[in-house]
């Protein structure tokens, strides 16, 4: 059963000049390994945390790096949850999840599914 869907949509020229002012930002959104990558990958990269969020009913105190994006030898994404992210998936009992994400006219999109 759908316990969660999230939708997200991230300009890509936005992100970037945000990347480029600062570390910080890039830091605190995406871990050293998904920072790997061009700012097209890696916009599309955080539309699918920020879709994840919302699927998750934007819970307190999350941290954006307690969730990998990762991509799998078929070239399917997939996320990892650890830390805040997988305790409120435990909470709402949620045992799977599946994101897609796309980019297109200067923006990257993501959804994400969650399910018991």
Do not use: Y
Request: overall charge negative; some cysteine.
């Amino acid at each position: 059963m759908i316990v969660g869907i999230g939708i997200d949509t991230c300009d890509i020229a936005r992100f970037a000049a945000a990347t480029e002012r600062s570390d910080v930002f890039l830091n605190r959104v995406l871990n050293p390994v998904e920072q790997v990558g061009t700012t097209l990958t890696q916009a599309g990269r955080f539309a699918a945390k920020e879709a994840l969020a919302k699927a998750l009913g934007a819970p307190a105190g999350l941290v954006w790096t307690d969730v990998t994006v990762t991509k799998a030898d078929d070239g399917r994404p997939g996320l990892d949850l650890h830390g805040t992210l997988a305790a409120r998936a435990q909470e709402l009992g949620i045992t799977r999840t599946h994101v897609s994400i796309t980019h297109d006219a200067g923006v990257a999109t993501a959804i994400v599914i969650c399910e018991d």
